[in-house]
């Protein structure tokens, strides 16, 4: 019998029943009191409507937001980076750039500007994500991918 009656090969009796239930006890506490961390770097995004595989933007769609074109150059193992023709080599000028031109679509009457980064499949994440901490920065936040030509077969 468990933990009432004493046995000759057990001369001292405990009884567990108690210490089973505090420990089930703790465990739901534990259980429900234990909070999932938060992961570090999440962003929300969302998939823009109407965007995306289309074909090529409009001149006038052009006029309406800001594009990062981001390139990897194998020979060099280095990221290019373009605004527009202009090749952006510094990280100090491109945020200028972004906040310039930024702020010209704001004075232009486009509140719904977005920065768009066109990087190709080849281009280290690290890269994007300083472009996007660029624009955060700049408290811009409305950020869109472009959806690049797929990879070489």
Do not use: H
């Not at 937001?65 to 060099?76: C, L, N, P, S, T």
């Not at 499949?121 to 690049?148: Q, S, T, Y």
Request: net charge negative; with cysteine.
């Amino acid at each position: 019998m468990a933990g009432g009656a004493m046995d000759e090969d057990n001369p001292v009796a405990i009884n567990v029943t108690p210490l089973i239930d505090v420990i089930f006890c703790l465990c739901v506490f534990f259980m429900c009191s234990f909070r999932f961390k938060q992961l570090e770097g999440k962003f929300d995004t969302w998939l823009p409507k109407g965007k995306g595989s289309s074909g090529v933007a409009n001149a006038t769609d052009i006029l309406k937001e800001v594009r990062i074109a981001m390139f990897w150059d194998k020979a060099a193992a280095r990221t290019i980076r373009r605004m527009g023709t202009r090749e952006v080599r510094d990280d100090t000028e491109l945020q200028t750039l972004i906040r310039d031109s930024y702020r010209d679509l704001m004075l232009a009457n486009v509140p719904d500007a977005p920065v768009t980064i066109d990087a190709q499949a080849d281009v280290p994440w690290n890269d994007v994500m300083k472009v996007v901490n660029m624009c955060k920065r700049e408290k811009i936040d409305k950020i869109e991918f472009a959806l690049g030509a797929p990879p070489p077969q």
